[in-house]
C-alpha cells in the first residue's frame, strides 16, 4: 500500500467524520481527546493516522496531508517518534500500560508539533487502567493529542465519555466496500461482493472471513446439511465430518457460527418476501429457493433457535465438538 492511501482522501466512505475533523483543523479547534467510536474494521485507526498526518504535516493541502513529506512517510508507516499506539495486551488494555503512557507524556514531543496517541479498543480497557488515564485525558500535557477507538458494542465508562469529544463511525456502503476490497486484495469481484454482503460493513472483518476461509467452510457445511438422503449411517457420517472440521475453527467457531445464521436469515427472508427478498449470502443464492421449500418459518425459527443455544453452550466452555455435533444434527 501506498502511504498516500492513508490520506483523508483515500479513505473510503466516513463523511462526515471526515468533514468534522477537516473542520476542527482548519479553524484550530481541535479538541485535546477523541473518541473514534463505530463497528469493529470500518476504518477508524485508519482515520486516526489520516489526521495525525494532516496535523503535522509539512506541506499541508487545503483539507488534507500531502502524503509525500518526510513526516507523513513516517505517520503511514507507523515509524514516527511521535506517534504513540497502545493495543489490548491479550484481551484488554491493562494499568501498566496507561502507565507507561503517562511517563511518555511527560516529555515534549521530538519532531512534530503534536505527538498524537491512539489507543485502540478502549472498550477492553480494564476499570483501573481507564481510571488511571481520566486525568490525561480531561487536560493532556502541551503538545498532545489523544485518539481513543472503540467498537459499539463494547461498554465504556460515562467518565471517559465525558472527557472526549465523540466522532461517529459507521458501517461502510456496499460499493465502498467492494471497492476497498478489490484495491487492497487480489479477489474476484463476485466473491468482493460477496464478502461486502456478508460483513455488513466493516472491511476489517470482510478480511478476516477471507483470510481464514471461513466462507467456503460455511458452503461445504451449509451444502452438507442441505444434502439430506435416506442413508442414515451417509447422513451421520457426513455430520460428524462436517463438525469436526467446524470444531477446528478454535477461537473462530463464534464467528462462523454468525455465518451460519446469516444463511438462515436469508431463508427466512426467502420464505417470507419472495425472490426479490435482499439477501447477503450471493454466492448461494441458487440454493435458496430449494431450501426454502424443506423448512417451514416455524422450523426455520427453531433452527435459529438452536444456533443461539450452541452459542450459549460454547461461551461456557462447553465441548466445542459435541455442541457442534448436536447443533448440525439438530440442524439437518
Not at 463497528?39 to 486516526?48: E, L, R, S, T, Y
Not at 455488513?200 to 477471507?210: H, V
Not at 469436526?244 to 457460527?257: G, I, P, V
Not at 426455520?300 to 452459542?311: N, P, S, T, V, Y
Request: overall charge negative; aromatic content about 4%; some cysteine.
Amino acid at each position: 500500500m501506498e502511504t498516500s492511501d492513508l490520506r483523508f482522501a483515500y479513505l473510503l466512505g466516513h463523511e462526515k467524520p471526515k468533514t468534522l475533523l477537516r473542520e476542527a483543523v482548519a479553524k484550530n479547534k481541535l479538541a485535546h481527546a477523541y473518541l473514534f467510536r463505530g463497528p469493529d474494521g470500518v476504518g477508524k485507526k485508519k482515520a486516526a493516522l489520516a489526521l495525525a498526518a494532516y496535523i503535522n504535516c509539512k506541506s499541508p493541502l487545503e483539507d488534507d496531508s500531502c502524503g509525500q513529506c518526510p513526516s507523513c512517510r513516517k505517520y503511514f508507516s507507523g515509524n514516527h517518534p511521535d506517534l504513540v499506539l497502545v493495543e489490548p495486551d491479550g484481551a484488554a488494555i491493562k494499568i501498566g500500560q496507561i502507565r507507561n503512557l503517562k511517563h511518555q507524556l511527560t516529555f515534549p514531543p521530538l519532531e512534530a508539533k503534536v505527538r498524537v496517541v491512539i489507543l485502540e479498543d478502549i472498550h477492553t480497557m480494564r476499570r483501573e487502567a481507564a481510571n488511571s488515564l481520566l486525568k490525561t485525558l480531561e487536560e493532556p500535557p502541551p503538545g498532545n493529542l489523544l485518539i481513543l477507538t472503540a467498537d459499539l458494542a463494547g461498554e465504556i465508562l460515562p467518565t471517559i465519555l465525558s472527557r472526549c469529544q465523540i466522532i461517529p463511525f459507521g458501517p461502510l456502503k456496499h460499493e465502498d466496500m467492494v471497492l476497498l476490497l478489490l484495491q487492497e486484495n487480489d479477489m474476484d469481484e463476485s466473491l468482493a461482493h460477496t464478502l461486502a454482503a456478508v460483513a455488513e460493513g466493516s472491511p476489517g472483518r470482510a478480511k478476516f472471513l477471507w483470510q481464514e476461509n471461513l466462507l467456503s467452510i460455511r458452503q461445504e457445511v451449509i451444502e452438507g446439511l442441505l444434502l439430506g438422503g435416506h442413508d442414515q449411517a451417509e447422513t451421520v457420517a457426513r455430520v460428524l465430518r462436517l463438525s469436526e472440521k467446524a470444531a477446528a475453527l478454535k477461537e473462530n467457531t463464534s464467528e462462523f457460527l454468525a455465518l451460519i445464521r446469516l444463511w438462515y436469515r436469508d431463508l427466512l427472508l426467502a420464505a417470507a418476501v419472495g425472490p426479490e427478498a435482499a439477501i447477503v449470502n450471493r454466492d448461494l443464492a441458487l440454493s435458496l429457493p430449494a431450501a426454502t421449500q424443506l423448512l417451514s418459518l416455524k422450523q426455520l425459527h427453531e433452527k435459529i433457535q438452536r444456533l443461539d443455544l450452541a452459542e450459549s453452550q460454547l461461551s461456557r466452555n462447553c465441548s466445542r465438538t459435541l455442541v457442534l455435533e448436536t447443533l448440525f444434527f439438530d440442524l439437518i
